[in-house]
């Protein structure tokens, strides 16, 4: 009794113990360790190394930790972190369920994604080959589960065979007991050579892995971790760099065995230095046979250098290359470059008029590079072209494009794109940007604003995504400067990016130049940043300044507008910009701005008795020396001119405060009318200048 009485509280002990936050120095922090080459493993001597190991060792240090490792399945190391069994477990992908259970660390470990291997003799022709066919998975694992989604849209139904780690996964595969196997890029390169397994063209989920503890415990380790996570990565020649440049290609380190004594190894290097003697001679034909061979594959590469080199003229001239592109036109100027990463790329542009004044500018990034990458952007562009003559609306025209190419897609290709209708008469920019990275409005001044409105899903994914769009007003001298990720991830030999606030710093110092003087700029600042380190990814530029046909037409303007109160800031934009075109005094303005805002609050938080999103549409426009604001919406019938502030004997808290702001309102403007027609409410306000 009085023992079991001790194993009681003994227990207890540790149990409270294991619930402790990790945080002061000198404790023990249990690491989970799971099959993760090149991250995390066991090699042949039982020793744990790999990325991670490496960083753990240098922090530990730093921190006085005492590192020790529980080894076990994927599966099993997840459901110890979650139980409190282990403190950290590194290498695990982010993701919406797993944010439930466990807290990430905010720097990234290495990027990695999933990857789908096949037998290395195995023939492939789409992702529609795996239907009722084997295919091998880690249990629990981000990227299969990620793929098992993709395959049910697809509805393409595989056998899955769940395993505890990924050396089954492609041991599976490299007994072909089963058609396929899921496993990290990264595992899957270091160790594809070993068990005679090969890449299929179908890779997906780029994932960040991070260190990963349970939710509410060991805080403090996660933080520590992601402080000496981000100076290691400030410093190119960190153990970070270091541990990276060794593991990710494949740097073995060569261990004796402890029986090997000295006098074996003299024995060994005698016996290797005779091998190599008797060698000489046979090594002799063989050089003589390789260098046959290796003059038949110069030919070869040669050839094909010379194909990829036509390929790519034929590529660039898919692309609007003459400059300048309208001559007769004096209403905008244009420029664009494009240059490719390898001989063909996946980046393009275009521009074209779907009618005498409407000028459609494109700008996409095809995921992947090279050939493929160049065919699906050759196929995206033409649909795009074809289809904006028909539906002119970029909204309509991306979410017909990607209906189209999400049904056709077994490579699972993607493609980013910024489509804008730019009307020449107004300056009137409509834009939806399809996962690409937000473009630049830039001012008279040389001022740059990120266009971040309307950003949708990326071409390609989904046939059944919905696409919006949203509108900016250029005025005269205005322009814009689109771009791919090519030239903002552009990286000199520290593995330093470009960086969005670089070009936008490049273009404030180009006001006042022509289109092709600006792109000539950014390219110029670009290549003295990378020196002589080759392009890593495609760089697109295209920038088009715009000159009004007739600048009074700067003082009509139209304006659509969703029931959000936060377009009040555009319609205070745009009430200035007006006003400022004729001189009108800053009281005007400011009586005016208060004015559109008790009337537009109105209509968005009364006018249409739901909670979905709406349009809103408000003209202004100069005539003679007043300032007309009209406002239209489809909402419910209603007359706020109607509406009554109560008996002033009342107190002020029970008055309608509603009809304070209308009445405030009509004493701000000189005259404000309403009337209904066409199922449409109309509010006109006018407001004289002078």
């Not at 040669?302 to 036509?310: D, F």
């Not at 300056?427 to 990275?437: D, E, I, P, Q, R």
């Not at 808290?653 to 004493?667: S, V, Y």
Request: aromatic share 8%; with cysteine; hydrophobic share 40%.
């Amino acid at each position: 009794m009085e023992i079991r009485t001790r194993s009681f509280f003994l227990l207890l002990l540790l149990g409270l113990l294991s619930a402790i936050d990790v945080s002061a120095a000198g404790q023990r922090i249990i690491v989970g360790l799971h099959d993760n080459t090149p991250l995390i493993f066991t090699d042949s001597d039982s020793q744990v190394k790999g990325i991670a190991v490496d960083l753990l060792t240098y922090i530990a240090r730093k921190e006085g930790w005492d590192i020790q490792y529980f080894q076990g399945s994927y599966a099993q190391c997840t459901q110890r972190l979650e139980t409190g069994v282990i403190d950290l477990l590194p290498g695990m992908a982010m993701s919406a369920q797993l944010e439930d259970k466990f807290t990430f660390g905010k720097e990234t470990i290495v990027a990695n994604w999933g990857q789908l291997y096949i037998a290395s003799d195995a023939t492939f022709s789409d992702i529609l080959d795996f239907h009722d066919k084997d295919v091998a998975a880690v249990e629990g694992d981000v990227y299969f589960q990620f793929f098992e989604t993709i395959l049910e849209k697809f509805e393409i139904r595989p056998r899955f065979i769940l395993v505890d780690d990924y050396r089954q996964v492609l041991k599976l595969v490299h007994q072909k007991k089963v058609s396929a196997g899921i496993v990290p890029r990264l595992y899957g390169v270091y160790y594809e050579k070993r068990f005679r397994v090969r890449q299929s063209p179908i890779s997906f989920r780029p994932t960040d892995l991070r260190f990963a503890v349970a939710r509410g415990r060991n805080a403090s380790v996660i933080r520590a971790l992601d402080r000496h996570l981000k100076q290691l990565k400030e410093n190119p020649n960190s153990i970070f760099y270091q541990s990276l440049d060794r593991w990710t290609q494949g740097v073995r380190k060569v261990t004796l065995p402890l029986w090997l004594r000295p006098l074996w190894v003299l024995g060994i290097i005698a016996g290797i230095m005779g091998l190599i003697i008797v060698g000489n001679v046979f090594l002799r034909k063989q050089v003589k046979l390789r260098t046959e061979a290796l003059k038949t594959t110069i030919a070869e590469k040669e050839k094909i250098e010379s194909e990829l080199a036509v390929a790519r003229e034929i590529q660039l001239q898919l692309l609007p290359g003459n400059f300048p592109a309208a001559p007769s036109r004096k209403e905008f100027d244009i420029y664009a470059s494009l240059e490719p990463a390898r001989e063909v790329g996946g980046d393009f542009y275009d521009f074209f008029f779907i009618d005498r004044n409407s000028l459609c500018i494109v700008i996409g990034d095809v995921s992947g590079k090279g050939v493929p990458a160049a065919l699906f952007m050759a196929m995206t562009k033409t649909m795009i072209k074809a289809t904006a003559r028909l539906l002119v609306e970029p909204e309509y025209i991306l979410a017909d494009v990607n209906r189209e190419i999400s049904r056709n897609n077994p490579s699972l290709t993607f493609v980013t794109v910024f489509l804008g209708v730019l009307d020449l008469n107004t300056g009137n920019l409509t834009y939806t940007c399809a996962g690409h990275n937000p473009q630049l409005f830039i001012g008279q001044k040389g001022n740059t604003v990120l266009l971040g409105d309307a950003q949708c899903p990326a071409i390609g994914l989904d046939d059944a995504f919905q696409y919006r769009q949203a509108t900016v007003q250029l005025r005269h001298k205005e322009g814009l400067l689109l771009y791919t990720d090519g030239v903002t991830e552009a990286q000199n030999d520290k593995n330093r990016l470009f960086t969005q606030e670089s070009l936008m710093n490049t273009v404030s110092l180009t006001a006042g130049v022509t289109p092709k003087e600006r792109v000539m700029a950014i390219l110029s600042q670009i290549r003295e940043f990378t020196g002589s380190r080759p392009l890593d990814d495609d760089m697109t530029l295209l920038a088009l300044s715009y000159f009004s046909p007739n600048r009074v037409s700067e003082a009509h303007q139209t304006m659509v507008l969703r029931n959000d109160i936060r377009e009040m800031s555009r319609i205070i934009d745009a009430i200035t910009r007006i006003a400022d075109s004729v001189d009108c005094p800053p009281v005007v303005v400011h009586d005016v701005t208060l004015a559109m805002e008790e009337i537009f609050s109105n209509i968005v938080f009364y006018g249409f008795g739901d909670d979905l999103d709406h349009n809103i549409t408000l003209h202004l426009v100069i005539e003679g020396d007043a300032l007309i604001l009209t406002l239209q919406d489809e909402g419910i019938p209603f007359n706020p001119l109607n509406v009554r502030i109560g008996r002033r004997d009342k107190p002020l808290e029970e008055r309608d405060k509603g009809g304070m702001g209308i009445t405030l309102a009509k004493n701000l403007m000189d005259q404000m009318e309403y009337r209904r027609e066409r199922g449409k409410n109309i509010m006109r306000m006018e407001k004289r200048y002078r």
